[in-house]
C-alpha cells in the first residue's frame, strides 16, 4: 500500500515568511497529488491540488510542485499569515475513481504575527 | 449547498458502551467514507460506500466497528463495547464523479472513560 510521510512535522514562521512543507510518497501509480488544511476542529478542506501531467500549479498564495521521478511533492505558501496557522496533509492517490486516501502525518504550520 | 453534516460533535462514554455516530453526505453524493483521527495524527481510513456496491471494509480495525448506509443518503458508525483507544475524532466525507474530490464533515470527537 501507499506509505506517505511529510517533512517537517511542525513549521514556525514569521508572517510574511514562506512556507514549504514537502510530501514523500512510495505508490509509483499515484497520480493526483493533494493539498489540505485543517483548522482547528474542523475536517480537512482540499486548498490545491496537481495531476501527474504537470510539474507546478498556483493559486494565489499557495503552489504545489511535483517531481514525480524522485516521488515527493510539495506545498508552498508565501506571504504567510496568521490565519494559515493550521495543520497540512498530503494524501497521493490514482487519478480516477472513488478511492480511500491515505493521509500523509500532516504538518503544523504555526504563523506568528 | 448543505455540506458533509455530522452528529453528534462530541460524545463522551463509558468504557463498554455503544456508539453509533451519524453523517449525512452533500446531497447526491454516491460515496460516502469514514475515517479516524487520534490526537495529534492522520487520518485512518475506516470503511467506504460507493452506490450499491459492497463496502470497503479494509480499514475497520476490529469486529467491534461496523457502519451502515441507507442508500445514497445517511450513514451510521457503530462501536461497540467502547475501549478507551476508540477515543478519537471520526470524520465522514463524500464525493461524486468525475472530480471524485472528497469533503469532509467537522467530526464527531469521541471520548471514551
Known amino acids: 500500500g501507499e506509505n506517505v510521510e511529510q517533512h517537517p512535522s511542525t513549521l514556525s514562521v514569521q508572517e510574511g515568511d514562506s512556507a514549504v512543507i514537502k510530501c514523500t510518497y512510495s505508490?509509483?501509480?499515484?497520480?493526483?497529488f493533494p493539498w489540505y488544511k485543517q483548522e482547528l476542529g474542523k475536517g480537512p478542506q482540499l486548498i490545491i491540488d496537481i495531476r501527474s501531467n504537470v510539474g507546478e500549479k498556483k493559486d494565489q498564495r499557495i503552489a504545489v510542485t511535483l517531481n514525480k521521478t524522485a516521488k515527493h511533492f510539495s506545498l508552498h505558501i508565501t506571504e504567510t499569515q496568521p490565519e494559515d496557522s493550521a495543520v497540512y496533509f498530503c494524501?497521493?492517490?490514482?487519478?480516477?475513481?472513488?478511492?480511500?486516501?491515505?493521509f500523509g502525518t500532516g504538518t503544523r504550520l504555526l504563523v506568528s504575527p | 449547498g448543505a455540506g458533509v453534516s455530522q452528529s453528534p460533535s462530541n460524545k463522551v462514554t463509558e468504557k463498554g458502551k455503544d456508539v453509533e455516530l451519524r453523517c449525512d453526505p452533500i446531497s447526491g453524493h454516491t460515496a460516502l467514507y469514514w475515517y479516524r483521527q487520534r490526537l495529534g495524527q492522520g487520518l485512518e481510513f475506516l470503511i467506504y460506500f460507493q452506490g450499491n456496491s459492497a463496502p470497503d471494509k479494509s480499514g475497520l480495525p476490529s469486529d467491534r466497528f461496523s457502519a451502515e448506509r441507507t442508500g445514497e443518503s445517511v450513514s451510521t458508525l457503530t462501536i461497540q463495547r467502547t475501549q478507551q483507544e476508540d477515543s478519537a475524532v471520526y470524520l465522514c466525507?463524500?464525493?461524486?464523479?468525475?472530480?471524485?474530490?472528497?469533503?469532509f464533515g467537522p467530526g464527531t470527537r469521541l471520548t471514551v472513560t
Open positions: 466525507a463524500s464525493s461524486l464523479a468525475p472530480t471524485y474530490e472528497q469533503y
Open positions: 494524501a497521493p492517490r490514482g487519478n480516477t475513481g472513488f478511492q480511500k486516501l491515505v
Open positions: 505508490d509509483s501509480a499515484s497520480n493526483y
